[in-house]
C-alpha cells in the first residue's frame, strides 16, 4: 500500500515563500507520475502542478505558472512544490497525488490512485 504524507504546509504572508513536501513511502518511489492538487473551503479540488517519473516533464495550472515549481528527489522519495509570491487565493488544502503512468502525466484528479492526507497552507494578505 502506497503512504503518501505530505508536510510543511502553515501560514504564510502574500508575497512570502513557502515549500510543501511530500513523503512516499512503500512504493518504488521513481516508477510514480507525481501530482499536486488542491481544495478551498466550499470548492472542488483542482489541479495544481504535476511531474513525471524521471523529474524533466512539468505541467502546471495556469493560476501558478510562474508563481509554482514542482520537483522531485527521487533518492529520497520526496515531492516538493515551492511557492513563491502566494496569494491569499492559494489558501487551500494541499494534497500529493501518485499513480504509474509510463508516458503520460495526468492533470486529472481521477487519474490518481493514491493520495496523502493533505496540508493546510493560509496565506494572509
Known amino acids: 500500500q502506497v503512504q503518501l504524507v505530505e508536510s510543511g504546509g502553515g501560514l504564510v504572508q502574500a508575497g512570502g515563500s513557502l515549500r510543501v513536501s511530500c513523503a512516499a513511502s512503500?512504493?518504488?518511489?521513481?516508477?510514480?507520475?507525481m501530482g499536486w492538487f488542491r481544495q478551498a473551503p466550499g470548492k472542488e479540488r483542482e489541479f495544481v502542478a504535476a511531474?513525471?517519473?524521471?523529474?524533466?516533464?512539468?505541467f502546471y495550472a495556469d493560476s501558478v505558472k510562474g508563481r509554482f515549481t514542482i520537483s522531485r528527489d527521487n533518492a529520497k522519495a520526496t515531492m516538493y512544490l515551492q511557492m513563491n509570491s502566494p496569494k491569499p487565493e492559494d489558501t487551500a488544502v494541499y494534497y500529493c497525488a501518485a499513480d504509474l503512468h509510463k508516458n503520460i502525466v495526468p492533470t486529472a484528479a481521477s487519474a490518481y490512485t493514491y493520495w496523502g492526507q493533505g496540508t493546510q497552507v493560509t496565506v494572509s494578505s
Open positions: 512503500r512504493v518504488t518511489f521513481s516508477l510514480y507520475t
Open positions: 511531474i513525471n517519473w524521471s523529474g524533466i516533464s512539468t
